[in-house]
């Protein structure tokens, strides 16, 4: 199968030769790790081969994804931008808009001109239904005008989708058709986003085919980044998390050697992130939480004993570093157990021995 390039040399070489084509994959990482960059390079290697790309921004408008492309030196005049921003405003409508109906539109690069200004024109609901719907229509209306399929889409930001557009709703069913959706257009689909919580494995990541994580953090004074793929499902690939840099031509991933950070301090050590060393000290608060629960249920002669056999699967699972299988382990453990106490009665009162009588000298 051929593979897709990202336009990264070294993480095409984490991939083992690049993406699995047709597939949607997630882009992970903090504020300003660069899943951005990672982004716009992968969809100016799709250019560079004179293939359809497609962009849908959620996060920026239009103009301001321009501005900062721009200072990178990239031409992406070709790209389709899809303004699926949550914020909509009023354009200046332009011969290369096209309305279909919802606050949504679709426009090329090179006529991204203006921001919007406009607070006196209403602005329409954006939501997962819209959005999918537009998509869907700029696909039928490309393939109609040009008989070819977008090759690669770029989702720019699910978490902005969840956060702005899923509010009181089972945002997990949506999502999953969401996915759904995208992986039936069959375009090379990454789609970035963030973990809002890291507890709960959210539905993207476990629906999704792959999942590349950037790194960032604070070392003495220098900020930090790194690269490191979750999950490739149907391919070999690097697993070691790899130093990452940002440079005025783009992203670049060495191959070198694993990232490394200060080993004299109390920070994260070599092939940990910032994230993964505060997730082990959550899952050590929980375990602890636990274990301070199952004294107390002893004490009510409370029967716990599959709950203390699955606490030791947490603890194996922490002490073999899969911190997540051991957070969702303790968790699960931390309900049940509170559950139950809650039910059971209150323990009785400890009596208190007797005085010794005092003996006459």
Known sequence: MDRV??????LDTMLNGGLLPARPYVISGPTGSGKTILSAHFLLEGLG?????LLVTLDEPPIEV??????????????????ATPDVRAHKRQRSVIDVGTALDVRDREDVTEIRQSSQIRALEVNVHSVQKM???????????????????????????????????????????FLRFLAE?????????????????????FLSR????LHKWVDGSVVRRAISIEKFRGSAFDDKMRPVSITDKGMVVYLDGPAQTRVASAGPTAGESLLETRLIDEVSNVIES????????????????????????????FQRRNYRKAMKIALA????????????????PTAIPPRPPLVAR
């Not at 390039?5 to 070294?10: D, R, S, V």
């Not at 081969?49 to 790309?53: A, N, V």
Request: aromatic letters at 4%.
């Open 185 to 205: 257009l069959e375009s090379t689909t990454l789609i970035v986003s963030e973990r809002l919580d890291r507890k709960i494995l959210e539905t993207e990541f």
């Open 210 to 213: 792959g999942e590349i994580r």
């Open 5 to 10: 390039k990202t336009g990264i040399a070294g």
């Open 135 to 177: 998509i869907k229509q700029e696909f039928a209306h490309h393939l109609e005008r040009t008989k070819e399929r977008y090759k690669r889409i770029v989702i720019d930001s699910m978490t902005a989708l969840k956060m702005f557009s899923m509010q009181g709703q089972d945002h997990r069913v949506l999502t999953q058709s």
């Open 49 to 53: 081969h004179h293939e359809p790309c």
């Open 66 to 83: 321009k501005s900062n492309m721009a200072t990178f030196g990239w031409n992406l005049d070709r790209l389709k931008i899809l303004d």
């Open 290 to 317: 636990v274990m301070k629960g199952i004294e107390d249920a002893h004490r009510r002669q409370v029967p716990v004993r599959d709950i203390e056999v699955s606490l030791s699967r947490a603890m194996l699972a």
């Open 333 to 348: 453990c931390d309900s049940d157990l509170k559950e139950r106490l809650r039910q059971a009665p209150p323990a009785p």
